[in-house]
């Protein structure tokens, strides 16, 4: 490796060096900032927002201010009782307690200095029904964000993904495709309607390559990017951290390359590096380490992500900790693309709990709750496969009619002609299940009985055997015009319609221990000085399961927040 200059961390006087410009990266540099330090975030891309950029954008925040103000009535007892019951009562290293304790005071803190701002989601349950759980009031989302605002560097905030953007641009909250959907039964949606599209033709006529108007992830993103401005902080761009300066037996700094092949150098700091660099990601190394090949899961993590802050970590005598599962999953569909590309498309909230859909294994049998949440839907998917030989896909079964009234996957809601999509072998129709289970390759037989057991749960308004639109997750997403059940509709008429889904990931689990204020921890438990870490980078607090709406930006901007005044106090001393 070509070193130019002095191959020492003091070319360069930081407080702080940050190494990962999403949520966790962000917020870490911001309230480092705030505290007064001379940070440095450095970002591998052009652009700022990795994976949180493509991501819903929300927050679980147990007993936050929003939630209170809005009359949820959450208590932080309630959620402790909640979380022991979903993971067990043990907290090693405190870390669990911490966030309690400590994450309505972070976003309050950030409010409070910054232009990141939430407002409370209102009711989005917990995903498990466990005593403790909570109906509404965990979740917080970020309140849209007019792109405009940041001027030149609006091109800096990394898009969402474009399946969940409209028109070639035009991003769309929950309330929107509400809104755009039911346009013509409500006055308040159809002027809701026309002012997304006036606005989004105007963005366009002024230049703009897509919306300004920001929702979900990409608020979140360009609010904390917003937020850096005004607190100064550099941020060098196209940077990638390529290891970590240990010296008499600290971290004093990182050893960055300007893209893929330009120039290295020292970057040092005094109070040390903090690791914020998505977690395990697109890592083959790791992903081979963890014994995850591509048929077990896909990563929608971004494609920069390489889990090379876990690995420098590694490099310097950090543990790491796995959980079981190593990744918190999203079912996914492969979406064809040009020149014989894919996309992943994630199938959160839109499609599986509505009223006319069935999911099935290959045996054609139903195997879930379809309107469970993302993560546990995918581990009945993996214990599904695991009763078969090895990782398997699941098939998403519904008619024309359901794709036409909700959309399914990549296939935007009013859509009657599926004849492109099928061609580009995205999904299957055929008249009868019996001919698409045989296009699909799985069993008629299994799938016909799957239907017809499902219609007469339909007809009875209640699905005995999984108990799809009886938890709250799977009625909060379903279809409240649709009664008595809101997910469940018998399907009688065809051309029917098969969609192959795969295990996805949204965010790794496993990754560095850490205590409770983001310090690296070796295997014997023993701090590594001056290297922090946290984000998807830090071992996931919930050890391998998914207690609700918003679990791992929760911990990121948190855990960020409370590091940062870690070492701040550590200064003070
Ligand atoms: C579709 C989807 C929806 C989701 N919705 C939610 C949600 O609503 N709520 C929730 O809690 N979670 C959600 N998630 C998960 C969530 O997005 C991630 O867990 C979270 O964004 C991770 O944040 P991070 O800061 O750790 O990493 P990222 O946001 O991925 O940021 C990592 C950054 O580090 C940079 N980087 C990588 N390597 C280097 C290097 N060597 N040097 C310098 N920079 C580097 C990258 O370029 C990137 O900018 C969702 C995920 C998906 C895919």
Redesign the pocket.
């Known amino acids: 490796m070509a070193v130019l200059k002095a191959d020492r961390p003091d070319e360069c006087h930081n407080d702080l060096v940050v190494?990962?410009?999403?949520?966790?990266?962000?917020t870490a540099a911001l309230v480092a900032a705030l505290h007064g330090l001379k940070v440095t975030l450095?970002?591998?891309?052009e652009?700022?927002?990795?994976?949180?950029?493509?991501?819903?954008?929300?927050?679980?925040i147990p007993g936050s201010s929003h939630g209170t103000r809005a009359g949820h009535g959450d208590s932080l007892d309630e959620a402790r009782t909640y979380l022991d019951a979903l993971i067990g009562p043990d907290d090693p290293q405190g870390l669990r307690t911490a966030y309690l304790s400590c994450a309505a005071e972070a976003i309050d803190y950030l409010e409070a200095n910054s232009s990141v701002e939430f407002r409370s989601a209102g009711t989005h349950p917990d995903y498990l029904e466990l005593p403790g759980a909570a109906m509404a009031g965990r979740a917080i989302s970020p309140v849209e964000f007019d792109g405009r605002r940041l001027g030149n560097a609006f091109f800096r905030v990394?898009p969402p993904?474009p399946h969940?953007m409209v028109l070639g641009g035009m991003m769309v909250g929950k309330a929107d495709i509400s809104a755009l959907l039911g346009r013509f039964r409500s006055t308040g949606k159809l002027l809701h309607t026309a002012r997304l599209l006036s606005r989004y033709a105007l963005d366009r006529l002024r230049g703009y390559r897509r919306g300004t108007r920001l929702v979900?992830?990409n608020a979140l993103v360009a609010r904390l990017l917003m937020s850096l401005q005004q607190a100064g902080v550099t941020v060098l761009y196209g940077?990638?951290?390529?290891s970590l300066v240990h010296e008499a037996g600290r971290v004093s700094g990182a050893r960055?390359r300007r893209g893929e092949s330009g120039e290295s150098r020292v970057i040092g700091s005094t109070a040390g590096v903090v690791l914020?660099?998505?977690?395990v990601?697109h890592s083959s190394e790791l992903r081979r380490a963890f014994g995850t090949d591509v048929l077990q899961s896909r990563s929608?993590?971004?494609e920069?992500?390489?889990g090379?802050?876990i690995t420098?970590a590694l490099a310097v005598g950090a543990a790491l900790e796995r959980s079981t599962p190593d990744f918190?999953w999203?079912p996914v569909s492969l979406v064809p693309e040009r020149a014989g590309r894919q996309s992943l498309y994630?199938h959160?909230f839109l499609d599986r709990a509505k009223p006319g859909l069935l999911a099935v294994d290959r045996a054609g049998r139903r195997f879930v709750n379809e309107g469970a949440s993302y993560h546990h839907f995918v581990e009945a998917m993996r214990l599904a496969s695991e009763k078969v030989q090895g990782p398997a896909p699941a098939y998403l079964i519904c008619n024309v009619a359901f794709v036409k009234q909700y959309g399914l996957g990549a296939i935007h809601p009013g859509k009657t002609d599926l004849g492109t999509w099928v061609e580009r072998g995205y999904v299957a129709v055929a008249d009868t299940f019996e001919a698409l289970a045989r296009k699909l390759g799985i069993e008629a037989e299994g799938l016909e009985s799957s239907v017809r057991q499902m219609n007469e749960a339909a007809v009875q308004g209640g699905d005995v055997v999984f108990g799809k639109g009886s938890t709250a997750v799977s009625r909060f997403n379903g279809d409240p015009d649709q009664v008595p059940n809101p997910c469940l509709a018998p399907l009688i008429e065809g051309p029917y319609v098969g969609l192959e889904i795969w295990p996805g990931e949204?965010?790794s689990s496993s990754g560095i221990s850490t205590t409770a204020d983001g310090e690296v921890l070796t295997a014997s438990g023993l701090v590594v000085p001056g290297l922090y870490a946290?984000?998807?980078?830090m071992a996931s607090i919930w050890r391998g399961t998914y207690p609700g709406?918003?679990?791992?930006?929760?911990p990121?901007m948190v855990f960020a927040y409370r590091l940062v005044r870690g070492i701040v106090a550590k200064r003070q001393r």
């Open positions: 190494v990962g410009a999403g949520a966790a990266g962000m450095l970002e591998a891309t652009q700022v927002g990795g994976t949180t950029s493509t991501s819903a954008g929300t927050l679980w990394r993904m969940f979900m992830g940077m990638r951290c390529e960055i914020c660099t998505g977690g990601g929608l993590s971004f920069g992500n390489r090379e802050g420098a918190l999203q994630p959160l949204s965010a946290c984000g998807n980078d709406p918003g679990a791992t930006l929760g990121a």
